[in-house]
């Protein structure tokens, strides 16, 4: 039961470079969440998906894409990567009224 | 909007101690509730929930938390620290109008215990 995975576990990117980050669960979870976390501030929403094929934007969205084409799948983009964008990166789903379940992160570094 | 409130970034207490850390939430609606914990380097673990059942709440670890709608509140609770207590607590909250579809999380307490 691998629950919630997170692809890649660590990345160091430059400056303008994109990348993808993925997510996959196997819970067929309705919702799914990507949240960045920085210290001080906790977790902050990115963007989140209520179903295939449908996202909506969390409360820092800027620089960033989401796409959920697949239930089980929802992707994080960086087309253009800046060093604010250096964080710790959670995926969680959840079905409607439960708790979340979180992947282990994605810990990126932009330089 | 729903939002939560964590007073105190970093709670320290003694082995054995009672362990005591704040939440409170804002919700336009009847919320739920959920405290996290999470270990370094490590993604967050469920706790307890609170889904308008009971309103005291046992989880795993010993920890409990009380949900009071006239406060506010939903506080986590154990009555003795232990040295693998040590770790950083989220308190997070689903409730807003938009049909819970959100989790909103609070920035966190970072729990010390001493031996």
């Known amino acids: 039961n691998a629950g919630v995975t997170q692809t890649p576990k660590f990345r160091v990117l430059k400056t303008g470079q994109s990348m993808t980050l993925l997510c996959a669960q196997d819970?067929?979870?309705?919702?799914m969440y990507w949240y960045r976390q920085d210290p001080g501030m906790g977790l902050r929403l990115i963007h989140y998906?209520?179903?295939?094929?449908?996202?909506a934007k969390g409360e820092v969205p800027d620089g960033y894409n989401v796409s959920r084409l697949k239930k089980q799948n929802f992707l994080l983009g960086l087309e253009s990567a800046a060093p604010s964008q250096t964080s710790v990166y959670f995926c969680?789903?959840?079905?409607?009224?439960?708790?979340?379940?979180f992947g282990q992160g994605t810990r990126l570094t932009v330089v | 909007a729903q939002s939560v409130t964590q007073l105190g970034s970093h709670v320290s207490v003694s082995e054995g101690a009672l362990v005591l850390l704040r939440c409170n939430y804002s919700?336009?609606?009847?919320?739920?509730l959920f405290w996290y914990v999470q270990y370094p380097n490590q993604g967050l673990q469920l706790l307890l929930k609170?889904?308008?059942?009971?309103?005291l709440v046992k989880g795993i670890n010993g920890f409990e938390a009380e949900f009071k709608k006239s406060e506010t509140s939903f506080h986590l609770t154990k009555p003795s620290a232990h040295m693998s207590d040590a770790a950083e607590y989220f308190c997070?909250?689903?409730?807003?109008?938009?049909?819970?579809?959100?989790?909103?999380f609070g920035t966190g307490t970072k729990l010390q215990v001493i031996p």
């Open positions: 969680a789903s959840r079905s409607w009224g439960t708790e979340a379940f």
């Open positions: 819970m067929n979870h309705e919702y």
């Open positions: 998906s209520v179903g295939e094929g449908t996202t």
């Open positions: 919700s336009s609606v009847p919320p739920y």
């Open positions: 609170y889904t308008s059942a009971a309103t």
């Open positions: 997070a909250v689903s409730g807003n109008s938009g049909g819970y579809q959100k989790v909103t």
